[in-house]
């Protein structure tokens, strides 16, 4: 038997993702069409011998989740948990206070999962990976990086032979490895032991951080030891860091659906508006003949989209409306905003950079050292209005405001 917990986090983290993360927790924005854990757990549900999906955070429990889990439970016929910390005990501090019920049933293994990555998790290549090194009490899901960038992330020396990580260091200050952590493990219960000493570790010291971390305070104590072991993955993976970020994992998933959905993926044809690359669009939304939508397009449940409009590489959330012959690029559009006729919203991608090989998403710097708004997509809070034929360009727009006028690289408060 095996479990899966994904680590969502609180209210208190993913502030770079708002204004997106005001009104609904970070976990649950759509990403191509749906929650960023739905696609965490449709991974799970399809990994054999699978019976639970925990979610550790401390997120208050609210509407939004518990309809969540409801409607997830039904569709995927798996027991979703979610478990609230009494405060952030930390990325291992959370595994260790709900200890007992992870171990319940006595599961052979279980998977954690931090929630704001994208992948097209290899879960059950993991699995046969961690069963063939019956001593391991880790398997670490890697990836390259390009040498600059992996000083943003845990780097890890490995074994070419065995796969073992020799060594592991989070965030180092100078170059180790390009080989980086993906955020996505499966542990044996023995974990838990180790977990142990450093808590008691923290209670000899008369330390009050209830806080355990895996990357700095578990990983490096198991390296060497035939303990950790990195599996590579080939396939995508990305970051959601930021509410820039969502665009590109948006991408990433629709182009994903040609393999595990293609049912979701929208297709052109007579009275139907036109479409190009991957588009999704809810069931409920309606778009007028004369559109254009795409590339890497996602339209939400009772979206109105006029003749005309034309939307690529942008996120439409519920209830929103585009008006005739408007233009949204690059841009998300939060939920019941509406953009007026012949208005242009505009944003600038940040993909990696195409010229530098095993690049990743650099969320960088809202600002610049002169205090500038650095470009980047535009995003429109919930209940923002756009008044016809201006144009938002490289702004951030919190919710409930209506623009008198156009506005460029500007945070509208």
Not at 158 to 168: G, M, R
Not at 241 to 262: D, E, M, V
Request: proline content about 7%.
């Amino acid at each position: 038997m095996l479990k899966a917990i994904i680590l969502i986090g609180g209210p208190l983290k993913g502030t770079r993702f708002r204004p997106l993360s005001l009104d609904l927790p970070k976990p649950l924005f759509p990403v191509a069409g749906f929650p960023i854990i739905q696609h965490h757990i449709e991974a799970c549900h399809k990994v054999e011998g699978l019976k639970e999906i925990l979610l550790i955070g401390f997120y208050q429990p609210s509407d939004a989740f518990k309809t969540f889990l409801s409607r997830a439970q039904q569709e995927f016929r798996i027991s979703i948990r979610y478990l609230q910390e009494y405060t952030a005990l930390g990325t291992a501090g959370g595994l260790y206070h709900f200890r007992d019920v992870i171990q319940s049933g006595n599961p052979e293994c279980f998977f954690v999962m931090n929630a704001d990555v994208c992948s097209d998790f290899p879960l059950s290549e993991m699995v046969a990976f961690h069963r063939e090194r019956p001593h391991a009490c880790c398997t670490m899901m890697g990836t390259e990086a390009s040498r600059e960038q992996a000083l943003n992330y845990g780097c890890l020396v490995e074994n070419t032979d065995t796969h073992e990580v020799l060594h592991y260091v989070e965030k180092p200050g100078t170059f180790v490895s390009s080989i980086i952590n993906c955020g996505v493990y499966l542990f044996s219960p023995d974990l838990f032991n180790h977990i142990a000493t450093v808590f008691a570790r923290h209670q000899e010291e008369l330390s009050s951080k209830d806080s355990i971390r895996l990357e700095q305070d578990i990983f490096p104590m198991l390296t060497g030891d035939s303990k950790l072991f990195v599996y590579k993955t080939q396939k995508f993976w990305s970051q959601i860091k930021s509410a820039g970020s969502a665009i590109y994992a948006n991408r990433l998933y629709l182009a994903l659906y040609h393999k595990t959905h293609p049912d979701r993926l929208a297709h052109g044809g007579e009275g139907m508006p036109s479409i190009t690359g991957d588009v999704y669009i809810h069931p409920s939304a309606t778009v007028d003949s004369t559109a254009v939508l795409g590339p890497n397009v996602t339209i939400g449940a009772n979206v109105t989209i006029g003749p005309g409009a034309r939307i690529r590489e942008s996120i439409v959330l519920d209830g929103a409306s585009i008006q005739d012959h408007s233009c949204i690029l690059h841009s998300i559009v939060g939920w019941n905003s509406t953009v007026g006729a012949w208005t242009r919203v505009e944003g600038t991608p940040s993909d990696p950079n195409p010229n530098i090989p095993f690049a990743k998403l650099d969320p960088g710097q809202l600002f610049s050292d002169d205090g500038r708004l650095n470009p980047s997509i535009t995003i429109l809070g919930r209940n923002v209005t756009i008044p016809s034929e201006v144009i938002v360009l490289n702004s951030i727009v919190l919710p409930h405001k209506d623009l008198p006028h156009s506005y460029k690289n500007q945070i509208i408060l």
